[in-house]
């Protein structure tokens, strides 16, 4: 074998290292996620809505509000479009959560 052969295997060899490490990264984070939306406690608190966002990221829109909770901690989720639209900054009421998920918001009447 002469040193272009060696030079494309330890490429290749290095290829495959980077890799495995990005598989096993991701499938890490992701356990993590899955589990920390699973375990965590369902939250009930006064809240007021205080910022709505919409971005358009490469053809999908993201709809997202940020809420304020009675001890001054802002708490951010991302929406569906209909729950979104349901929405208006400045609302208050109740906010249900369970860690980044939102469940609902009912409103003061």
Same mark, same amino acid.
């Given at each position: ?37 699973? %375990?965590?406690?369902? #939250? &009930?608190?006064?809240? +007021?809505?205080?910022? !709505?966002?919409?971005? /358009? ?25 209909? %729950?979104?639209?349901? #929405? &208006?900054?400045?609302? +208050?009421?109740?906010? !249900?959560?369970?860690? /980044? ?9």
């Amino acid at each position: 074998m002469n040193n272009a052969d060696f030079s494309f295997l330890w490429i290749l060899l290095a290829g495959a290292i980077v890799l495995s490490v990005a598989v096993v990264v991701f499938v890490l984070k992701f356990a993590r996620s899955g589990k920390k939306s699973n %375990d965590g406690t369902v #939250l &009930s608190s006064t809240a +007021k809505l205080i910022k !709505t966002t919409v971005k /358009d990221m490469y053809n999908d829109v993201a709809y997202m509000v940020t809420f304020e909770l009675p001890d001054n901690q802002k708490v951010s989720f991302d929406l569906s479009e209909e %729950d979104f639209n349901e #929405l &208006s900054e400045g609302d +208050k009421g109740v906010l !249900t959560y369970q860690d /980044d998920k939102f469940m609902s918001f009912t409103k003061e009447s």
